[in-house]
């Protein structure tokens, strides 16, 4: 009964732990290219949420090199922004879902390259 306990206990952790995404797992090289399709226009080239459509947006996009905050962000809440966009997320709502346009794959590619505005 015991050993019965404990493994629904494990099984209940991990399902509610989700999977755990890392950036590690991403290809930054093909992430800037998606980036470059999708992203830059609001958070711009350099990731400093000045791309051209930044000046009319209110609120401004997020600034990818403010490293301090992008820290507290895990790589499956980015992803999970990312996906589900600003407001599926409690964020801003001018910030699009590409859930569906994107494979898992490109989410993780897009946030390893989101990952290296602080690594530079």
């Not at 050993?3 to 206990?9: E, G, K, Y």
């Not at 732990?17 to 711009?44: E, M, R, T």
């Not at 403010?66 to 801003?92: F, H, N, P, Y």
Request: proline share 5%; net charge positive; aromatic share 6%.
């Amino acid at each position: 009964m015991l050993a019965l306990s404990l493994a629904l206990a494990f099984l209940l952790l991990w399902i509610g732990a989700g999977p755990a995404f890392s950036a590690d797992q991403g290809d930054a090289k093909a992430g800037k290219i998606k980036y470059g399709q999708l992203c830059v226009g609001c958070h711009g080239a350099t990731g400093k949420g000045d791309g051209p459509a930044a000046a009319a947006l209110n609120p401004k996009p997020r600034d990818y090199t403010q490293c301090e905050e992008m820290a507290k962000e895990s790589d499956s809440d980015l992803m999970k922004v990312i996906k589900e966009g600003g407001q599926g997320t409690g964020r801003s709502p001018l910030m699009p879902a590409w859930g569906g346009a994107l494979k898992d794959s490109d989410v993780l590619n897009l946030v390893a390259y989101i990952r290296s505005f602080c690594k530079k």
